[in-house]
């Protein structure tokens, strides 16, 4: 029994989109554009050479245009300070004193933490906004 090689291409979109979602690489969910772009030309009555052109142009242009879109996009802030990871990031709190090395505890979440000063100048006594966590010491600036 020989398959139709539109369900050969069928197949292979299958396999890249089950291998794309073990490993969450997006770029396979590109490739597998280009496999089901090459199904429907066989489906339309393409050669293989065709076929295998239009996989090829579909596929490698998608992932062109993907990886080009991710270029253009911010990075992402490191995970200590990045909101999508930690979220105490952004949250306020009230510094009562500073020692003299920059470092203070505050209350956060019904416990007490470590703080340092991050911001620029001279820390004061106030609220305070948490900008990154250093393992369990919160790195705070003065909220405006």
Do not use: C, K
Request: aromatic share 6%; no cysteine; net charge neutral.
């Amino acid at each position: 029994m020989a398959w139709a090689s539109s369900t050969v291409w069928w197949v292979i979109v299958g396999a890249l989109v089950a291998v794309e979602l073990a490993t969450g690489t997006f770029y396979l969910l590109m490739l597998a554009l280009g496999a089901a772009a090459a199904a429907i030309a066989a489906h339309s009555g393409g050669g293989t050479s065709a076929q295998l052109v239009v996989a090829a142009i579909v596929g490698g242009g998608a992932v062109t245009a993907w990886h080009l879109h991710r270029l253009r996009q911010p990075a992402a802030p490191p995970a200590e300070a990045n909101r999508d990871i930690n979220l105490d990031i952004g949250t306020r709190v009230q510094v009562g004193a500073w020692n003299a090395d920059g470092t203070a505890r505050v209350s956060h979440r019904g416990a007490m933490w470590s703080a340092r000063h991050s911001g620029s100048g001279t820390p004061q006594p106030g609220n305070h906004v948490i900008v990154a966590v250093q393992g369990s010491e919160l790195m705070l600036q003065r909220a405006d």
